[in-house]
């Protein structure tokens, strides 16, 4: 395996980047759609993001992460939303570590002191890691989702950094 780096993501990961995030949206509850949506997607994906990185292995992409404001009102400037996805033969190993303390540096930058996430209640491996790493159930808004049939919570987590 080559050396990982983290860098600013750019149109050059879109294929890339959809692919992970198309290969949780197809097979589980760490996605939100129910299935593989469109490269065309991927501006909306980071849309609005303070913060939008990749970890390269030189030969590929194997993990993306996005900060994004909570809300955009001044009122929520030291609030922020993390997204990110390790391609499936890369989790397990800290690289999700990696992207989230990244995270947490363009975050304190920005000057923001909260970190949000929100995670489907069937994702269990989300909300372990995210224990893990200083957060803490702040809400869940019960049976709001439902992906292949099956109803599932969204769980916030939130940690001051």
Known sequence: ????????????DSGAVMQIFNHYAATGF????EGPVPVQFFPHLLE??????????GTGIAGFGLLKPFFPFPAFKK??????????EFTGKGFGTQILDRLVKDAHKHGIT???????????????????HGFTVAGTLAGVGEKFGETFDVVWMQRKI
């Open 79 to 88: 609030t922020g939303m993390l997204t990110y996805f390790i391609a499936p």
């Open 114 to 132: 909260t970190l949000l996430a929100n995670i489907s209640s069937k994702n269990t491996g989300s909300i372990r890691f995210h224990e893990k």
């Open 48 to 57: 609005g993001a303070i913060s939008a990185i990749v970890l390269d292995e």
């Open 30 to 33: 760490a996605a939100y759609p």
């Open 1 to 12: 395996m080559n050396e990982m780096h983290i860098r600013t993501m750019d149109e050059r």
